[in-house]
Structure formats: C-alpha cells, structure tokens
C-alpha cells in the first residue's frame, strides 16, 4: 500500500512560455522551455531532492531536508536568471515561480498525494515570477542560519481548511540578503491591525477589539444592512482573528472585492484575510452600484 512521510513539496514553473511559444514557434520555444526544465532537475537532484514529475512547463520535486529545499530554490532562481542574461535575445528570457510547503504527504507508485501536495501547489499559484513563497511549517523548520533570508508575505485561506495560512517569501537575490543581515532580522512577523473602518453609502461603522464581528446582508438584523436584491439576507461575515480582519461570504451571489492596488477577486463561500484598504460589493459586481458598496480601511496596531 502506501506510506506516510514528512517531505517538502516544492513546486517550480516556468512562466513566459505561452508568448515563447506564440513569438517562437513550437519547436524552438518548447527546446528552451525543456532548457530550463532539465535545469531545475539538475538542481532538484544536487540538493538530495526527489523528481516526482514534471507537468507541462512545471516541476514537482520533494526533499527530506527543508534546508536543502531552501537552497534548491535559492539556486533554482539564480540559475534561471543567468540563463536569461546568457540569452542572446532578450525576448527568449523565461522565469520561474516556486512555492513549497512541508508536512506529511502519502507516497505511493513513485508519487505523493495529500493536503501538504495541494497547499505547496497553492503557494506556487501566489508566487510572483523570480519569487519564493512558502509556509509557516517550513520557517519552523528551518536552521536558524537560514531564518535571517525569510520574511512575512501575507496570510491566505484554503478551501477546507479553518484556520489561515502563514505565508513567507523567501530572499534569494544576494542584494535583499545582504539588506535582511544588516536589519539583523531574526524572524519575521505579521504586520496587525488594530480596527476596522467601514463605509457603506452614508453608513459607517469600526469593528475593533472590542466589537470583533459583524454580519452583512439584506435583512435589517445585519449589523449592516446592504440595500441590494442581490445580496443574501445574511451574505457575509467580518471577524477580527489574530490581528487581521477576516471577510467571510456565506452567499449564493458571492462577494466582490478590489484591493487598494486595483487587484480584483470574487469570494465565494470562501474566507479572505482583508488588506489595508480597498472595497467589496454583495452579490454583484464592483461599479454596478457604488452606492451600495462596503469601502474599507484597517487601522495599523501601535508596535
């Protein structure tokens, strides 16, 4: 049958490759992107990692060692960025993203399955091109020596899961290392908020300590009431947990939300740790009814 085993899983893709292939044509696109893939075996293999398989334009790896994980991504990074200043044209340059997590996963028929395979391929999904993203049980298991290159990204949730992940970037570039070992940082933290501002057409209310939740909805028993027949009598939730607000949608419609920075997603029976500011619409799109729209703010907690 199979067996149980603590591993890192890491993830590493190659974006890029789509307009590779399109600029390209098939063949010479797909001989750089095999390029830069048998490059991350090649490392997945130095570091005493384990090829599980490679699926499309990405590699699926596990290590026994998080340190070795670590600094296989590390190398992973700083090898596909020489590739791409060796290249003879710019527009040939590929990057990768990584993420990986460590847990228990269930290895059977040369491969591994279970709840750490599909937060490590989550994390690889948030990662930015030329980043490093992974979880607090991987910072927990690090060596001190290696702490110092790992700061907080964000929080995240996970279908099925209650509780919020953790979510760190690892520092791979020589320049933002050398900047972390002359903060002297020994581990990082998550940045709190301390209250919560919310503005709904001439309605406002602030969730704090004190106040740490609050309904939202159609019906008038909402904390507060959204006048839109497209929203649920009750559509969502705000809870106050750890130092971060929390927007949970409860609806059939779901729930709309842009960030501060223009970002855009739509939560669905799902949980999303709030940002600084931004705002979010029950049940139909942002800018259908602005009136109707819930702006928000968090306030920074005193360090």
């Not at 947990?241 to 997603?265: C, H, K, M, P, W």
Request: negative net charge; contains cysteine.
């Amino acid at each position: 049958m199979s067996d149980q085993n603590q591993l890192a899983v890491l993830f590493a893709d190659v974006t890029g490759s789509t307009s590779l292939y399109h600029r390209l044509g098939n063949t010479v696109a797909k001989r750089l992107v095999d390029d830069h893939l048998q490059r991350l075996v090649e490392i997945t293999q130095d570091f005493d990692g384990v090829l599980i398989k490679t699926i499309g334009d990405e590699v699926m790896c596990t290590f026994t060692d998080v340190s070795n994980a670590a600094r296989a991504a590390g190398e992973m990074q700083m090898a596909v960025k020489k590739m791409g200043e060796q290249a003879d044209d710019a527009d040939t340059r590929l990057r990768i993203q990584i993420g990986f997590h460590f847990g228990r996963v269930i290895v059977d028929d040369n491969d591994v399955f279970g709840d750490t395979v599909n937060v490590a391929a989550r994390m690889a999904g948030m990662a930015k091109p030329e980043q490093i993203l992974l979880t607090r049980s991987v910072v927990n298991a690090l060596p001190d020596i290696l702490r110092p290159t790992v700061r907080f990204y964000d929080q995240a949730t996970v279908r099925g899961k209650l509780e919020h992940l953790e979510i760190y970037e690892l520092i791979w570039e020589v320049s933002e290392m050398t900047m972390l070992s002359d903060q002297k940082v020994a581990m990082p933290r998550p940045e709190m908020h301390s209250a919560l501002d919310l503005r709904c057409g001439e309605r406002e209310l602030r969730l704090d300590k004190s106040v740490r939740n609050l309904s939202l909805g159609r019906s008038e028993f909402n904390g507060l009431q959204v006048a839109n027949s497209l929203a649920s009598r009750q559509h969502a939730l705000i809870e106050f947990r750890r130092g971060r607000f929390v927007l949970i949608d409860q609806s059939v419609n779901g729930t709309y939300l842009q960030t501060a920075e223009g970002d855009r997603l739509m939560l669905k029976r799902e949980e999303y740790v709030l940002p600084d500011s931004g705002r979010f619409s029950l049940g139909e799109e942002l800018d259908v009814r602005p009136e109707t729209e819930v702006i928000f703010n968090c306030q920074h907690a005193a360090l």
